[in-house]
DNA sequence: GATGAATGAGTTTTCATTCAT
DNA sequence: TATGAATGAAAACTCATTCAT
């Protein structure tokens, strides 16, 4: 399959840590986030963070990826992406709805903000492959007539910063992230993705 | 005209402060960004500061509402709303990417941080009525039948959030951010909008 | 003269707090000296040593170097180097004994410490060029045959070392260390340096 | 026999954590020294450290004690006081410079470091009358006329500083501690030590 | 008004020591 | 007995804010 797998599996300390970290860099954001309230959150004693991570940068960057991995599997590991576009990218869309729902923070954590000062090599790298993976199959989508045409890394992005964009708008409004989100944005994000219908007068 | 306008003239010394924290803002965070780090791009001592704002937090609310309204305005300042809905569409997307290209830290600022953690009630207000008042204008819109149904403050997160992930894409890969941008974007975007066309069959 | 002098004058303010660095690095060495020692000694906050040096490390490294020209001036600064050996090595002698009566810390600092692990290339570099200056005065009295041959840097180490030898014993045991132990020490250091007497038999 | 022997015989796993011990706090001094790098260093778990030693502290008192009493012996066990003054310190010096040449850490640890902070008084007492052994061999010399006159604790610290400076500057400037270290600095040493010829002209 | 040195609470990180396994 | 993960007090350093000049 092409979405990237974690290739280490997480040590269980480690992941509560994890767990810990994404709830609470995902209320106050990175740079707000002191060490002891993760430490806190996780229930455990400070300097024990500093056995599975060599300081706070690393954590933010093991969460990243683990998330940005948790995500990609989320959308589309098992999908059968060579039947008809249209119903791969109804699935993908539900199932970025369910995971929107069932991890908020995730998505929060990884959408929401801007993580710049700190990500490094890997994460980029990271974040690189999977855009790259995604709009590999936009591409054969616009190969094959399905999408409209463009740079295909820029219409992934697009639509997916409008799922992105209703999350914020949700989050700001107190309106809650379920899975409905995912239907009720479903037909307009089809619209920006689907090739025009020829002109019928042209015909 | 229905967009809110600044309600105060800024004085001109907040003004080169405001400057001053919308590049380092959008560079490292807020949070992430200390106050004398702002001082000095302003060319401005430290506590002087302190004589316009009465702290880092209000700085940054007194700069989030400036470029919301500064955005606002950039966007539909003199447009005349009551033209056809795809034409006024076309306008201001392109006034979009003009901002985005003119403006990118105060983009970046607005739309790729997260501010919950210090935006003040003031703040909030404007954005739910910026929010408010494009939603309005959909809502006329699907009134028309020229947008597609659904929550109309969904609809415009979608739209807008779209092209705000294409910046942020763009951002990270390097990419120019230019006028071409909205270009690239537009028809895509509005076909995320536009109503669908009545199925030809059934007519 | 040869003797490197203060190139810049020190504020005064960070003379204050090497003043307090020095006594608290010459009581519980570098390591196991904290900060905040260090600034209430001095009477100023913890926070105002970073505005005059960047950390820890490179305090200890102005202070070495503060205090190694401070030396250097002590034993040789104004002194006429062009007159006989022996009365020569007697002026700076009693210098010597002088400067640890009333620069016992400073003695204590320089030489009774480990400076391996956080000296700077600067301080290093100063600490060789003075061992170079006094090695070739010694080499210049050797060629006049006043002083036993072999390496000076050598020569000049071992005859320091013995009055910092001195020194060290005076502390373990609450000697006090007054200008009567350069008188003390003055003969046997000087028999340590002398050309031996040509053998009187074999005239 | 004058001269303090090990009173117990040290466990042999207790004596790899000394001879750890030592390499580090030579390297690093006492205070920087974390007790996990010692483990490390000793091939043993930290937790195990602990059931030889009450804590670092303590083995670094047990250490000091067991490299004074190793050089002491190195120095004088075995060899005959009571032959020629001239002989027996040519003798003991040769056995200094071998001693320097291997184990220089021991001597580095011994002689270069400032142990005031964490020396308890076993150990001082144990410095103290090794002091005390050496200076009573030199007041003896003294009284043969060997030897110059004055306190002999100084005298002793006096040539052996000599010899600890010449050391140090070996160390500072790379230049290899080896026997022959002993050889350069003997005459030296010794004109420090003996009785000044009489003068001849008085004669 | 403007300045920028001073402050000290708060941040990240280290490390001596303990204790369940 | 040996281990090494866990602890938390203490370390170095940062930075929002104040205030004397």
Not at 21 to 48: C, K, M, N
Not at 110 to 116: I, K
Not at 135 to 141: D, E, I, N, V, Y
Request: hydrophobic share 45%; aromatic share 8%; charged share 20%.
């Amino acid at each position: 399959m092409f979405i990237p797998m974690a290739p280490t599996v997480t040590p269980p300390r480690l992941d509560v840590l994890l767990d810990a970290a994404l709830a609470v860099f995902d209320e106050l954001g990175y740079a707000a986030t002191p060490v002891p309230v993760i430490a806190q959150r996780a229930g455990v004693a400070v300097g024990s963070i500093y056995r599975y991570v060599s300081g706070k940068e690393q954590l933010a960057n093991e969460l990243y990826r683990r998330e940005k991995r948790r995500m990609a599997m989320a959308l589309f590991d098992g999908v059968d992406l060579d039947t008809a576009p249209a119903d791969v990218f109804r699935t993908v869309w539900d199932r970025l709805g369910r995971f929107a729902a069932e991890h908020p923070a995730a998505l929060g954590f990884l959408e929401l903000h801007h993580h710049d000062p700190y990500l490094d090599d890997e994460s980029r790298a990271l974040a690189a492959q999977v855009d790259a993976t995604v709009g590999g199959l936009l591409a054969r989508w616009q190969a094959a007539g399905a999408v409209r045409p463009g740079d295909p890394e820029l219409l992934t992005a697009q639509v997916f910063g409008g799922f992105v964009g209703v999350v914020r708008q949700c989050r700001a409004t107190g309106r809650p992230i379920d899975h409905h989100l995912a239907e009720l944005t479903r037909d307009a994000a089809w619209g920006l993705l689907a090739a025009p219908a020829p002109n019928p007068a042209a015909g």
